[in-house]
């Protein structure tokens, strides 16, 4: 073999190099570019929600559902056996007829609010196994809604019962609707800023 055979034989090896490490770095760019493809998909479906069916979201709106009735069915509850039990008491009899109506009202209240929040249970045993579940939690929602609302009345026409038998009249509208006032900002007037606020942000 020549001096220049030789030669040409070194050439072509390192052409064949070259290209063997061209193609290399084109494959690892390549798995460079799938390997943010997963993150960048991932940022997406994080930017959309969830990635759930139809009736998985519904199994999971309706167990943080129950957990929220919990709540609130254990104050409803204990607020409606105390209202039961004042009409056996001896001061009841020297009740005005005003006061008498009020204390009515507000059994009548307690006991809606007591019907709306229990709704859910008897409404998800009677639809059970007819593939509505996302409706069933929509009704559910509104039953315990309504019964929230409930709940907001027969507490302010409690606390004015009793502030009108332990205190001077006079200052008993100023303190209900003070408290009445606490109880809008919390259970309504902040969680609707909250979501219009951090909704808007998201969508941005």
């Given amino acids: 073999m020549t001096d220049g055979e030789a030669g040409?034989?070194?050439?072509?090896?390192?052409?064949?190099e070259n290209t063997v490490g061209i193609h290399e770095t084109g494959e690892g760019?390549?798995?460079?570019?799938?390997?943010?493809?997963?993150?960048?998909?991932?940022?997406?479906?994080?930017?959309?929600?969830?990635?759930e069916t139809a009736d998985e979201r519904a199994d999971r709106q309706w167990q943080d559902?129950?957990?929220?009735?919990?709540?609130?069915?254990?104050?409803?509850?204990?607020?409606?056996?105390?209202?039961?039990?004042?009409?056996?008491?001896?001061?009841?009899e020297s009740l005005g007829s005003t006061d008498k109506g009020i204390y009515i009202l507000t059994v009548v209240l307690g006991?809606?609010?007591?019907?709306?929040?229990?709704?859910?249970?008897?409404?998800?045993?009677?639809?059970?196994?007819?593939?509505?579940?996302?409706?069933?939690?929509?009704?559910a929602s509104r039953l315990t809604f309504l019964g929230i609302v409930l709940l907001l009345a027969t507490l302010t026409s409690a606390l004015f019962l009793i502030l009108r038998v332990a205190t001077d009249n006079s200052i008993v509208p100023w303190i209900v609707a003070g408290v009445a006032a606490w109880y809008l900002l919390c259970w309504f007037a902040l969680p609707l800023w909250s979501r219009y606020r951090y909704?808007?942000?998201r969508k941005e």
């Avoid at 040409?8 to 064949?16: L, V």
């Avoid at 559902?65 to 009841?92: K, S």
């Avoid at 929040?117 to 939690?137: N, T």
């Fill in 8 to 16: 040409r034989g070194r050439e072509s090896a390192g052409g064949r």
């Fill in 29 to 51: 760019g390549h798995e460079t570019r799938q390997g943010a493809h997963p993150d960048g998909q991932e940022g997406h479906e994080n930017r959309r929600g969830r990635q």
């Fill in 65 to 92: 559902l129950m957990q929220e009735i919990r709540v609130v069915q254990t104050g409803v509850q204990i607020l409606l056996g105390f209202l039961l039990t004042v009409v056996f008491t001896p001061r009841f």
């Fill in 111 to 139: 006991s809606l609010a007591t019907g709306a929040l229990i709704a859910p249970v008897p409404f998800h045993r009677i639809v059970a196994g007819r593939r509505i579940k996302p409706q069933a939690v929509t009704w």
């Fill in 199 to 201: 909704t808007a942000r």
